[in-house]
C-alpha cells in the first residue's frame, strides 16, 4: 500500500530561526514529489516539485531535497517568517497512469515573534 | 472558473439530517478528490474519481459517506445521518492526471449540532 509519512505532526519555531521537515515515502514506481502548503483556513497550494533526478530544488526561503534510493524528501526553511505559520502536505504521484496521488498528513508549523 | 469551487463554503447541520457537499473541478481535470480535515488534523483521504474508471472509495470512514461524480466533471459528496464526529473541513482537488498538480477548493466547513 502506498504510503506517506511526515514528521514532526506539529512544529514550534521562532522568527528567524531555520527548521527541516521531513517526509518518508513507500509510493512505488515513484513520478514525482510535491510539497504543499496550507494556509490556514485555505486549500493547499504546491510549492515545489521534486522528480527522480533531482536531488534538490530551491524556492526562495523554502529549500527542497530528494533522496529517491531512501525515498525521503525534506523542506527545509531558512530565517523564518511568521508568514510561514501553514501545514506543509507532501504530496507523492506514482508513475502509473491514472494513480491517485497519495498525501501526508502534515506537519503544522507555528513561527513565534 | 478559473478555480476549483466548492459550496457551500459553511454548513450547520442537526445531528442525523443528510447533507450534500458540491465540488466544481477546473475545468477538463479528469481526476477529483475528496478529502477531509478535523480540527488540528492532517487530511483523510476520502474518495478519488480518475477519468471514467471505478472510484477508488477506500477512504470513507462509513456506509453514510457516499459521492458522486456526474459526466466526469462536479462532485457530490453526501453524507447521510451526519453525527457530530463527521464535523471537519471537507476539501476537493482536481488535477489534470494522476501524477499532476492537485488544485484544492476553499473547502466546506461542516458543523453538526
Known amino acids: 500500500k502506498n504510503q506517506v509519512e511526515q514528521s514532526p505532526q506539529s512544529l514550534i519555531i521562532l522568527e528567524g530561526k531555520n527548521c527541516t521537515l521531513q517526509?518518508?515515502?513507500?509510493?512505488?514506481?515513484?513520478?514525482?514529489l510535491r510539497w504543499y502548503k496550507q494556509d490556514t483556513g485555505r486549500g493547499p497550494v504546491s510549492l515545489t516539485i521534486?522528480?527522480?533526478?533531482?536531488n534538490t530544488k530551491s524556492n526562495g526561503r523554502y529549500t527542497a531535497t530528494l533522496d529517491a534510493d531512501t525515498k525521503q524528501s525534506s523542506l527545509h526553511i531558512t530565517a523564518s517568517q511568521l508568514s510561514d505559520s501553514a501545514s506543509y502536505i507532501c504530496v507523492v504521484s506514482a508513475q502509473n497512469a491514472g494513480n491517485m496521488l497519495t498525501f501526508g498528513g502534515g506537519t503544522r508549523l507555528m513561527v513565534k515573534p | 472558473g478559473a478555480g476549483v469551487s466548492q459550496s457551500p463554503s459553511n454548513k450547520v447541520t442537526e445531528k442525523g439530517k443528510d447533507v450534500e457537499l458540491r465540488c466544481d473541478p477546473i475545468?477538463?481535470?479528469?481526476?477529483l478528490y475528496w478529502y477531509r480535515q478535523s480540527l488540528g488534523q492532517g487530511l483523510e483521504f476520502l474518495i478519488y474519481f480518475q477519468g471514467n474508471s471505478a472510484p477508488d472509495k477506500s477512504g470513507l470512514p462509513s456506509d453514510r459517506f457516499s459521492a458522486e461524480r456526474t459526466g466526469g466533471s462536479v462532485s457530490t459528496l453526501t453524507i447521510q445521518r451526519t453525527q457530530q464526529e463527521d464535523s471537519a473541513v471537507y476539501l476537493c482537488a482536481s488535477s489534470l492526471g494522476g501524477t499532476t498538480e492537485a488544485f484544492f477548493g476553499q473547502g466546506t466547513r461542516l458543523t453538526v449540532v
Open positions: 521534486m522528480t527522480f533526478s533531482e
Open positions: 517526509c518518508n515515502y513507500t509510493v512505488s514506481p515513484f513520478s514525482n
Open positions: 475545468s477538463g481535470h479528469t481526476a
